[in-house]
């Protein structure tokens, strides 16, 4: 088809999905996806192609992931029917410790940041089920940060919206040269993040963990007063779990255990699973309502549970168990029409990946807020993240910091099967809404039986970062005055924010691929 079709018998219609048959990868950029579309094309599997896109990411897309930054990662074997996940997330310095942090955790510097723990997890991914050889998998990504590439539009927006970036000596001088941000289509050249990339691809992990990153990470973060050291570095490994579930209609749905917020996700499920299809199908503000409600109480009821699981295990079967889920029930269905209910009070990319062998790999990295630490250092050209912040002080809480200790996550990676087979992959960006946003997704598909692009261009509600309910300026008034007449408090806000950039693929009966990128930001779908 030459162009696209926008309206069909008169009925506007979203931005068309992307099919394929031997492979689909959608992610944040354009240019990571078609990296690991010519990965999957030269006989890469679905986890050598993550790798370059991701790489390409860590690039290409500063205020949202990067080298420094962590990852949560399912993957699925369709040879073995074996589905895994792979926590590649870091813990808190040495010297990490309440009484260090007595005035609140550090937002912006050396002391926002915790251990990386991206390049490991690529590695012992690429160990396990990687085809390509390592060192070809950073290629594009080395290329593109020695010979430069165009800085985009939502980088130069963030550039503008933050201005505690310009404060870094490090990401100024290659984001604002002059002291002036990048405009759309300028070239940024990062050279010492290249030599960097090609350092990991030529060595390892190691280079990064036990040698020369190490040792440049951390001298920097000392000289600059942080915690953070060489020896921290030295000897993390990534943690293979397995991943917790529940059904949802047809569909038994896998996300990433603690400390990831996945289990809010199922939690969420739980809670609506026994409303009626009319429940989903009918007037916005009881819809909405129904899912205020569950997240707002998964949220009430979860969130206590969502810390280091080596130090305080979450209790998985009782949060989704019998009991609980009539609990979950009981608060939506105090939303129903006619009730009343006052619910209480990111830099992130995603992609999902799968060929047309039934392998498939979701992932979500980040460095948490926004450019993250906004701390960068010269030498390695790495941001760090400020995944630090994840954590309280209070020292009851069973997320209080605490050395070699890992801090609550956000992020999640979804895979839904039917019949045992890989049917749905849900990513997307926003912080604590990551949960809230791949809902409704899922219940835009299988309740009101929308197309995948439809599902995902949906006007969506979500929390902003102090827990208060935002719906999409795309609703109409009277949706938020039902809402606030029934006790919600509600808010407004547009774009990509608070509302996430979806990137979601389904795999149809037939075995086509189905990709589709969000147009909140600068997502990209390719497939062959």
């Known amino acids: ?258 400390n990831s917020y996945g289990v809010l996700m199922l939690m969420q499920l739980n809670a609506i699973k026994n409303l009626p299809q009319e429940a989903f199908t009918g007037r916005d503000e009881d819809r909405l309502a129904y899912l205020m409600a569950a997240a707002r109480a998964a949220f009430d009821e979860g969130i206590p549970y969502i810390c280091d699981p080596a130090v305080h295990p979450a209790p998985i079967d009782e949060l989704l168990g019998g009991q609980m889920t009539s609990k979950l029930q009981a608060a939506v269905r105090a939303a129903a029409p006619g009730q009343h209910q006052r619910p209480g009070v990111g830099g992130t990319s995603c992609i999902t990946l799968a060929d047309g062998d039934g392998n498939a790999i979701s992932v979500v990295q980040s460095v948490f807020h926004v450019f993250g630490s906004a701390f960068l250092d010269p030498t390695t050209g790495i941001l760090l993240n400020n995944r630090m912040t994840g954590f309280v002080t209070d020292p009851e809480h069973r997320n209080v910091v605490a050395p070699g200790k890992k801090p609550s996550h956000t992020l999640n990676p979804v895979m839904a099967f039917k019949n045992g087979k890989v049917k749905y992959q849900l990513t997307t960006p926003g912080g604590p809404a990551q949960t809230i946003s791949n809902v409704q997704m899922l219940t835009n598909m299988i309740d009101r039986g929308m197309e995948l692009s439809a599902a995902i261009e949906a006007p969506r509600w979500s929390i902003d970062g102090k827990a208060n309910i935002l719906i999409d300026d795309e609703f109409p008034d009277e949706v938020g005055n039902a809402l606030t007449a029934r006790g919600f408090e509600i808010g407004r806000a547009s774009g990509a924010s608070y509302f996430g950039s979806s990137k979601c693929l389904e795999i149809l009966d037939n075995g086509v691929l189905v990709g589709a990128a969000d147009h909140r930001r600068e997502a990209y779908a390719a497939g062959c």
Not at 32 to 46: D, F, I, K, N, Y
Not at 103 to 120: E, L, Y
Not at 207 to 231: D, F, H, P, T, W
Request: charged share 20%; glycine share 12%; proline share 7%.
């Open 1 to 258: 088809m030459a162009g696209q079709v926008d309206e069909f018998a008169g009925v506007k219609l979203p931005r068309s999905p992307v099919y394929g048959t031997k492979g689909m990868v959608v992610s944040g950029h354009s240019l990571a996806s078609t990296s690991g579309l010519r990965m999957l094309e030269r006989g890469g599997s679905v986890v050598d192609a993550m790798i370059s896109t991701s790489a390409v990411l860590c690039t290409v897309l500063p205020h949202a992931t990067s080298f420094g930054g962590d990852a949560f990662i399912i993957h699925h074997d369709a040879a073995s029917k074996k589905t895994q996940g792979l926590n590649a997330s870091g813990y808190a310095p040495a010297g990490a410790t309440p009484e260090y942090f007595k005035d609140g955790m550090t937002v912006h510097g050396p002391n926002a940041a915790s251990v990386p723990g991206i390049v490991r997890g690529w590695e012992r991914l690429h160990q396990k089920h990687g085809k390509m050889p390592w060192r070809d998998l950073f290629a594009d990504a080395i290329d593109l940060a020695e010979n430069g590439h165009p800085v985009s539009r939502i980088l130069t927006s963030a550039l503008h919206l933050f201005d505690h970036v310009g404060k870094d000596p490090g990401c100024a001088s290659i984001y604002m040269p002059g002291g002036v941000p990048m405009s759309p289509g300028d070239i940024v050249k990062q050279p010492a993040l290249a030599e960097t990339i090609r350092d990991i691809a030529e060595n390892g992990s190691n280079v990064y963990y036990e040698g020369r990153i190490a040792k440049s990470l951390g001298e920097y973060c000392q000289a600059n007063g942080g915690l953070l050291s060489a020896a921290d570095f030295e000897g993390y490994e990534p943690e293979w779990v397995d991943t917790i579930n529940t059904d949802y209609r047809d569909l038994d749905v896998h996300v990433m255990p603690p």
